[in-house]
């Protein structure tokens, strides 16, 4: 009989995710730190964004590397979350444009 076992921990982030209503997502992303999976994140139903987002993605980043966890994305950031980090200037950077577009388009 063959048993369906999870693979990753996913955090869908959707709506607004700006300073005003960032609470949520952190709190979303700090409960996937509890379960012993890799982290994948959703954005793509995100309406609205600005750097609290970034930064906030970043930082679960640095904790996961810290931690020797496993975190990536669904899919390649577009819309309102890809604005934000070419505004900011975040996909200069090969590393994070690797991250946050998962090698498949060039910034």
Do not use: N
Not at 18 to 31: R, V, W
Not at 32 to 39: E, G, K, R, S
């Amino acid at each position: 009989m063959a048993t369906s076992r999870e693979v990753d921990f996913r955090v869908e982030l959707c709506g607004d995710l700006s300073l005003p209503s960032i609470g949520e997502a952190h709190d979303k992303i700090l409960a996937a730190f509890d379960q012993d999976l890799p982290i994948v994140i959703d954005l793509e139903r995100v309406e609205d964004a600005d750097l609290t987002l970034v930064q906030l993605v970043e930082a679960a980043r640095k904790s996961a590397d810290r931690r020797g966890r496993s975190l990536s994305l669904s899919a390649p950031v577009s819309g309102p979350t890809r604005a934000v980090l070419e505004r900011g200037g975040f996909l200069g950077a090969p590393d994070r444009a690797a991250f946050w577009l998962q090698d498949t388009v060039t910034p």
